[in-house]
């Protein structure tokens, strides 16, 4: 069985790597960029389009206010990055946001800031599928037909992708992702110079559509408010930044430096995308409806329900490049596969994460460990298996899911920005050169500028995205956090109880008596075996034990038990209604009432098998009778295992195993066999 998990497991993720391999998995920038900033450089795919849908709803009038709410989100980014640069430098470790507030603002505000991530990573990948997959649906209506399905197996695959290890996966998002920056700033450049020099007239393809406004003539507060709840939605383009904050252990060394360079280029790269979509939006008299198929109106008809309302770039990329042509179908291919690989970013966030929370025992320790790829594979998996549910829910609808967005990453960011600010404050309270002080005074006045607007944008987005799902995330914050803080305690607990003491206890003290007890059904080669062992342990007492469930069988093994004259006395129990469990139960609990301060000894023969089905065959009385002992206190349970010839056969398949070399180890195996014997003389 063993074998047959392995052949498919080597094949899909690869052969195991050593740990001291590790340093082999850290990424150059040119890799890390791609792996830890896919997010929010996909994210123009569809931050400019959910900025004109929420601005629809007051008719394309309110469209002249796009330039400056995308100059707002630019200064918001820039304002993100520069803060982030700060903590890249001030907590390199990896944990990121989380860190920062648990170190500054008490464990409380650290445990928020994880619980806030976690949610965030969770709809990155569920929201970053789901607009691929629209994305993609529009050329494929196969994909649009069955969009759940499609976007489960994209998740599955991206999962598999990323157990096999960040460096292998880093490379393989790498093109689609350079590809897709590169068609974005072609796109811009040559949508320019038809537009600024050639002087061409570029529409899109619903230029020539009427906006029916949902509440037409907004004025006064009402405007403000979707003013700020179009700027909450194109704060979508900053979701992700993050991740390079807690990815630092991920880069090759100078680990910080490099960091804080790759944020910068994410910064600069995101800023001058988003910016040249809104701008082309606009010039190429770009549509956008969030009931397009009743607000959008062609020759004063609605479009109907069977219209398919395409993305702004997609849009913005048939007015430039022209419908059909080679640029569009390259561009249009690679922001959907840039979308599904923005999900990368949470694939990589959300297990390093998880393995800080299980170091500091707020989630199972499980994920702290590596698997075999040297990736955090338990929590690359639940990532996937929450990511999965969250589609299915919402039917992999990214209008819907990007109403979950954005709240988590804000208090994140919020907190982390105010835990800096106390982090200089007590690095100047005991500073005396004068150089230091300036670097550090600056460094606080970014950070505080950043907690103010990032706080600032975070009631904004509370106020104008509640309503409209963001209490979910909210809600998925709250069970995250006394998931948490409940494991926490558990662990806490469970360490008090079993701390060692520094004075004598009844844990050190020995036992007054030991009274063994071998279970016995029959007389046959492992109840003999587990007799002779049993009375190598020396008790005080020792006896074997039966339930009689069958007379003639009880009878039996009493005629045989004497006829070999065995020397060791045999109990039978009697068992009206014909359990086994309950009688030995009983039993065990009237020796230790008897002499509480006695240890009883239970002693069962096991069967050893060596195929997975047998297990169904043999043990079960043995697997129920060890679980029901051990809730029992002053009892040992000692299994005596006999190996039948399955499991002999189970032996030499495992020995051949280790002479197996794994799909594609053949050429690689013997080299570095070699090189470790020689390492060993």
Known sequence: MSKLTDVPKRILIGRALRSDRLGETLLPKRIALPVFASDPLSSVAYAPGEVLLVLSIA?????????WIAAAVVVLMFTVVASYRQNVHAYPSGGGDYEVATTNLGPRAGLTVASALLVDYVLTVAVSISSGIENLGSAVPFVVENKVACAVGVIVLL????????????????????????????????????????????????ADFEIKPEHPGLAGFALVFLLLRAFSSGCAALTGVEAISNGVPGFRKPKSRNAATTLAMMGLLAVTMFCGI???????????????????????????????????????????FGHGSVLFMILAAATALVLFLAANTAYNGFPLLGSILAQDRYLPRQLHTRG???????????????????????????????????????????????????????????????????????SRAINAFGA???????????????????????????????????????????????????????DTLRPSRVHSVVLVSKVHRPALRALAYAKLLRSDTLEAVS???????????????????????????????????????????????????????????????????????????????????????????????????????????????QDWAAPGSVRRGPAERAKDSSSRT
């Open 452 to 506: 103010f607007f990032t706080g600032l944008v975070l009631v904004v987005v509370l106020l104008t995205k509640f309503t409209h799902g963001a209490w979910v995330a909210l809600l998925g914050m709250c069970i995250f956090y006394a998931t948490m803080t409940a494991i926490r305690r558990h662990y806490d607990r469970v360490a008090e109880e079993i701390a060692a003491p520094d004075t004598p206890s009844e």
């Open 59 to 67: 008719g394309l009038s309110a469209y002249h206010f796009s330039p």
């Open 159 to 206: 999962t598999l992708m990323n157990l096999r290890g960040v460096r292998e996966s880093g490379t393989l998002f790498a093109i689609p992702t350079y590809v897709f920056v590169a068609g974005v700033f072609l796109m811009i450049a040559w949508g320019a110079f038809r537009g600024v020099v050639l002087g061409d007239d570029m529409r899109a393809p619903t």
């Open 547 to 657: 339930v009689n469930v069958d007379p003639e069988e009880t009878r039996a093994l009493r005629e045989e038990w004497e006829r070999r004259g065995i020397d060791v006395p045999l109990k039978v129990l009697d068992s009206p209604y014909r359990e086994v469990t309950r009688p030995v139960i009983e039993y065990v609990k009237s020796l230790r009432a008897q002499s509480p301060r006695d240890v009883v000894s239970v002693i069962i023969p096991e069967y050893v098998v060596g195929h997975w089905y047998e297990h169904f065959l043999h043990n079960q009385s043995a697997l129920r009778l060890k679980g029901r002992l051990l809730f029992t206190p002053g009892v040992m349970v000692t299994s005596v295992p006999y190996q039948l010839e399955s499991s002999e056969a189970a032996k030499l398949r495992a020995r051949r195993r």
């Open 278 to 320: 809104i701008a082309l939006a606009a010039a190429t008299d770009v549509r956008m409806a969030e009931n397009p198929g009743e607000d959008l109106v062609h020759n004063g008809v609605p479009l109907g329900p069977g219209y398919v309302q395409d993305p702004v770039i997609s849009q913005v990329a048939e007015a430039v």
């Open 372 to 442: 075999d790829r040297l990736a955090f594979s338990n929590g690359i998996v639940l990532l996937a298996g929450a990511a999965t549910l969250l589609v299915c829910i919402y039917g992999a609808d990214s209008t819907r899911l990007i109403q979950l967005y954005i709240v988590g990453v804000f208090v994140s960011f919020t907190l982390s920005q105010i835990g800096m600010v106390r982090h200089w404050n007590r690095l100047l309270a005991g500073e005396r050169d004068l150089a230091a002080r300036r670097h550090m005074i600056r």
